[in-house]
């Protein structure tokens, strides 16, 4: 009994365990309701933030490419289906917040219980699995990423430029180009513009992409950048084709994107790269930064800027800014400043310097440094590592051992030096640096050059025409590369530095026997060694521009062997020694301006001597040996007011000769017949075949057939004068472009054609067929171009643009019906300053006229300062093309006919109606002739006068009520002492008023005199009203009109008298 006793104890014990253990759970299943509840709100929170985390990273992997794993796709859809499980579980809470505790109720609440207890453990469940899927995903990368850098704040100039390039962004730009001198600052500028996208409120772009290019362009590298920014996946072993290809199809999900490419030197072929090209893309962006402005041209910019140096201010900031405080110490600011002078406001040189200085109190380290830029080569610590070898990247990338010659000859030239383009490509073309071919004098590969190194920012515009600089850093960069070169370049660089002598020792310590170049130009040297140098492979010396140089020892040269360029222009030496006969490699010899030189040794040995300038010199004769100069191409006369002869037979021995110029020479050149023992034009026909410049003087016309012009045509640029016994000289110009002509014809003093001969030429040939230009100036005995046309043999039928200036004699330009009867392609007419000149053209001969227009092309006429000049043309003429006109200073001009029938100038040209000091006849009738100025249409462009002094006055004179009444209050002028009165419309209410003169709105004169008064008009747009504050001042009342002033109402202002006299003189001789 105690057996089964116990046994049914144990069993009623573990039964009652187990039931009390059930009762327990779902008793705490149910009483734990509220916190599961609270519980899953929560978690669920957590969990919807990470499912939105999951999508963006797997959207962002499906758009990159990406496989997504097995796990997250499964994890995806069990949290989809546990959604709907959740949302009615809050549902069905949502409407019983409190559940009933009462006794029926429990089982129901068990269940929900258990339902809660359930989906909480699910969602733990995903929360926990969740963060086992990262390395499946990508991450979303940021819009736009921060890139370390320097800031601009505070520097206006490159603040500007960054709202330049932040405006062009917002515009239609879709290749923007930033371009300048290395260490400029153009990185700084991008991340600037990068931090600042990163900044802005709004995101103009999805992703902003910054990639560093560099040098040695390895297109992998760039898009190693490019993916890594994406968060693309980079594989070692992939093609740049494979990678082009995953970048595109990236780069093709975004909608809008910003791709900066820094420091780039060549052109990138985006499709190479993977990049959609703005042109399809219609949001790809692209900003890029080089050096070279053919980069920029290469990868087809829609907009290129520009980075300039900083300015002086802005310098200084930058210097202070690196320097710290110790630069505006007393006794070391003016240092400090001289140093931010010598950095040529380069902000990479200057930060160099500034945190070279940093600290450094003591006024000697600052002196030394200052002395330490001043030389070409600095030792300052930083120059070479940080300024130069940055610098000399830009040399490195000039494709060719010639354009790299040619830039560090650039060196030889003093700093800030205007180097004049001619000169350059004449050095470059003496030592063999560009290929001429067959034309010598050929500029066309030196301009390339030049072009190109100004693109690549080495050489700048210079500030005269036809002139290049080197900013000063660029040059000391430049004397660095050349003081050590290797490949044929190492020069000695010592112009524009003050020196008063040369001594040997300059030489031995720059071991002058490996001396390439040598530059002494633009000091104060007085003397040279008198040792020999030995420069044995130095092919340049130049000393020109040292004014004191009298002498050329004799032993100088002789170490110079190897010399291609002699260059003494602008000094004072009288002789050359006969060592510079050794020189026997010697290609270029410019003696210019070297105005006491007499006589030079005999040349005969110099047989390989291009190019010979004697200008500006003194010489009486050619020197001896010329004609033994078979290769010479170029020699320069100019100025040689002495040279008095030249023996027959020497310069048709120059058979190579491409350009002579004689510019105001002594010599003349003789007509055949005429030698006296001196050289002929015929002479100069065995160098036709390759003369491209003639600049000579003549004793008379050199032709008289047809046949014998032949060689005119094969001049490019021609000027031949022909002396009279009167004056100076004729002078006939010719330059010629294919097919385009302009002629120049120049007399000074009363000279006419004279006994030039010449006559009829005209009758059998025309001289220049495709002549576009003409100009006449100080022509005297001359009455119109049709004369000089026939004397000359110019038919002038291409003719486009005539121009008279100082020819007092004529009368008028062309005489119709004659030698000319019509110019069909004439554009352009300009006469001025021609005190007999009456009319344009003129019919005296009473010969038959074309019915056809004279000049129906015709589209600017200025006349200017004729006081004689009466009638412009016949009435029948018209001018369908003319777009301008200005008259000024025609005293005696009564008439201007031109009407709307006959001179329509269309308001939308450009065009200008000028008109003063035109004493207009009174209208007799009603006719619309009587008004020239009636059916002129004027467009609303700005039209300014200004006419004044004691020279020249201009008057409105109205002259009835009723004109004033037309004219009142539609523009202002000043008159006299601030005087301000109202008159006449202005733009396009010119024609709507004046073109009614049969309704009697009144009559308008100008006049001109010397009254003293003075006039400034200036009309712009339709109205222009009246300034009452000026007539305030000057009548002293602030109701007057417009009328009152006109009409008289007014009493007259004292400092008005001479305007009044000169009124009274005009209407006296109106009456």
Same mark, same amino acid.
């Given at each position: ?53 999951? *999508? ?13 794993? $097995? ?55 995903? /929360? ?72 802005? =409120? ?38 740049? +084709? ?20 820094? &420091? ?16 399809? #893309? ?58 931010? *002078? ?25 002196? #030394? ?46 700093? &800030? ?31 390339? @050059?030049?072009?190109? @190194? ?192 030249? +023996? ?75 002396? +009279? ?15 385009? =002509? ?13 006994? =030039? ?103 600017? /006429? ?44 269309? =308001? ?27 059916? @002129? ?21 109205? #002259? ?35 073109? $009614? ?75």
């Amino acid at each position: 009994m105690e057996v089964v006793a116990a046994a049914v104890g144990a069993l009623v014990t573990t039964t009652s365990q187990l039931l009390c253990s059930c009762v327990s759970s779902k008793t705490n299943t149910t009483f734990n309701l509220h916190s599961n509840l609270a519980a899953v709100e929560e978690e669920m929170k957590s969990l919807t933030d990470r499912i939105e985390e999951v *999508k963006r990273e797997t959207e962002a992997a499906e758009r990159e490419g990406k496989e997504i794993r $097995a796990q997250v796709v499964t994890w995806l859809k069990d949290v989809e289906t546990l959604q709907p499980r959740v949302n009615a579980i809050q549902g069905q809470m949502g409407n019983n917040k409190r559940p009933s505790r009462c006794f029926l109720n429990c089982r129901k609440r068990y269940r929900a219980s258990r339902e809660v207890e359930e989906t909480l453990k699910e969602i733990e469940r995903l /929360l926990l699995l969740a963060p086992s899927f990262d390395s499946g995903l990508t991450r979303v990368p940021e819009a736009v990423v921060y890139i370390p850098g320097p800031s601009i704040q505070g520097q206006t100039t490159a603040s500007k430029k960054l709202d330049e390039i932040r405006k062009a962004l917002d515009d239609e730009f879709k290749r923007i180009g930033i371009w300048g001198l290395g260490g400029v600052g153009k990185t700084t500028l991008v991340k600037n513009l990068n931090n600042q996208l990163r900044e802005a =409120s709004t995101q103009p772009f999805g992703i902003v992409i910054w990639a560093t290019v560099s040098k040695n362009l390895v297109i992998k590298n760039v898009q190693k950048q490019i993916a890594e920014r994406l968060n693309l996946e980079v594989k070692m072993d992939e093609s740049e +084709q494979g990678m082009a290809s995953r970048l595109y199809k990236r780069l093709e999900k975004e909608k809008k994107f910003l791709l900066i490419l820094d &420091d780039v030197w060549a052109k990138i072929d985006l499709d190479t790269l993977g990049v959609p090209v703005p042109e399809v #893309h219609k949001g790809c962006k692209i900003v890029l930064t080089s050096r070279r402005m053919e980069v920029c041209r290469t990868m087809t910019t829609d907009l290129d800027i520009t980075v300039e140096v900083l300015n002086d201010v802005e310098a200084w900031q930058l210097f202070c800014q690196k320097a710290g405080d110790v630069a505006d110490l007393e006794e070391i600011k003016p240092l400090a400043e001289a140093i931010v *002078k010598e950095c040529c406001r380069l902000p990479l040189a200057i930060i160099t310097v500034g945190a070279a200085m940093r600290k450094k109190t003591k006024v000697e380290l600052w002196r #030394h440094a200052l002395k330490e830029l001043q030389r070409s080569v600095p030792s300052i610590e930083g120059i070479e590592a940080e300024v130069y070898k940055p610098l000399k990247l830009s040399y490195d990338s000039l494709q060719g051992n010639n354009i790299k010659s040619c830039f560090l000859y650039c060196c030889l030239f003093p700093e &800030d030096f205007e180097i004049e383009i001619n000169n350059l490509v004449q050095y470059w073309r003496a030592e063999g640096l560009i290929d001429v071919g067959q034309n010598w004098a050929n500029m066309d590969e030196g301009i390339s @050059l030049i072009e190109n @190194l100004k693109d690549s920012c080495l050489l700048e515009e210079g500030p005269v025409w036809e002139t290049v600089k080197m900013h000063d850093v660029v040059r000391d960069v430049a004397i660095w590369i050349s003081s050590s070169s290797e490949d044929g370049c190492k020069s000695l660089v010592r112009s524009g530095i003050g020196l008063s002598e040369i001594s040997a020792e300059e030489f031995s310590n720059s071991n002058s026997n490996s001396l390439d170049r040598v530059s002494f130009m633009g000091n104060n040297i007085t003397r040279l060694p008198d040792c020999m140098i030995q420069c044995s492979k130095a092919s340049t010396l130049l000393l020109q521009d040292n004014k004191a140089l009298d002498t050329v020892p004799e032993k100088f040269l002789q170490g110079f062997e190897a010399l291609k360029v002699l260059d003494l222009s602008r000094t004072s030496i009288r002789s050359l020694p006969h060592s510079l006969l050794q020189l026997r490699d010697l290609r270029v010899l410019l003696l210019s301006y070297c105005h006491n030189l007499e006589e030079l040794p005999s040349l005969g040995t110099l047989t390989k001597l291009r190019e010979l300038d004697l200008g500006s010199t003194c010489i009486a004769n050619l020197p001896r040996g010329i004609e033994n100069l078979s290769e010479l191409r170029i020699l320069n006369l100019d100025f040689t007011e002495k040279l008095k002869s030249i +023996q027959p037979g020497i310069i048709s021995k120059l058979s190579c000769l491409e350009s002579l110029s004689m510019w105001r020479s002594g010599f003349c050149f003789r007509l055949k017949g005429e030698e006296d023992g001196q050289a002929t034009f015929e002479e100069l026909k065995s160098s036709f075949n390759r003369l491209h410049y003639l600049n000579i003087s003549l004793n008379g016309i050199p032709w008289d057939k047809a046949e014998d012009l032949s060689w005119i045509y094969r001049i490019s640029d021609l000027e031949l004068r022909f002396p +009279q016994p009167q004056g100076r000289s004729c002078l006939l110009t010719i330059k010629k472009k294919g097919v385009l =002509s302009m002629v120049l014809i120049f007399l000074p003093r009363k000279n006419g054609l004279g006994g =030039s001969g010449g006559g009829g030429c005209a009758a059998r040939c025309d001289l220049l067929p495709n002549l576009e230009k003409f100009r006449l100036s100080g022509m005297k005995n001359l009455n119109s171009i049709s004369e000089l046309a026939g004397h000359l043999g110019l038919r002038v039928n291409s003719l486009k643009s005539i121009e008279v200036e100082f020819c007092h004699q004529m009368k008028y330009l062309l005489s119709c019906g004659d030698f000319i009867q019509t110019l069909p392609n004439l554009e352009e007419i300009k006469v001025r300053n021609c005190v007999n000149f009456e009319e344009l053209f003129n019919n005296e001969s009473g010969q038959n006229i074309s019915p056809n227009p004279m000049v129906p092309k015709l589209r600017i /006429l200025q006349l200017e300062f004729l006081p004689k000049f009466k009638i412009l043309c016949r009435y029948e003429e018209t001018w369908p093309c003319l777009e301008q006109v200005v008259v000024r200073g025609c005293k005696g001009l009564r008439r201007l006919p031109l009407t709307n029938q006959n001179a329509v100038i269309e =308001s939308s040209k450009p065009e200008l109606l000028l008109l003063e000091s035109l004493p207009f006849e009174t209208a007799q009738t009603s006719d619309s002739k009587a008004h020239w100025y009636c059916n @002129l249409k004027l467009g609303s462009r700005m039209i300014q006068e200004m006419i004044g002094g004691e020279l020249l006055d201009f008057m409105i004179v109205l #002259h009835d009520s009723k004109a004033v009444k037309t004219f009142c209050s539609r523009m202002h002028f000043s008159l006299g002492a601030g005087c301000s009165t109202a008159a006449g419309p202005a733009g396009r209410v010119l024609e709507a008023d004046l073109r $009614a003169g049969d309704r009697g709105s009144g009559m308008c004169y100008t006049y001109s005199c010397s009254k003293g008064a003075f006039v400034g008009v200036s009309l712009e747009g339709n109205v222009v009203a009246t300034r009452m504050d000026t007539n305030l001042h000057f009548y002293g009342d602030p109701y007057l009109t417009t009328s009152d002033i006109l009409l008289g109402m007014v009493s007259k202002p004292k400092t008005a008298e001479p305007l009044y006299a000169a009124l009274e003189d005009l209407f006296s001789n109106l009456r």
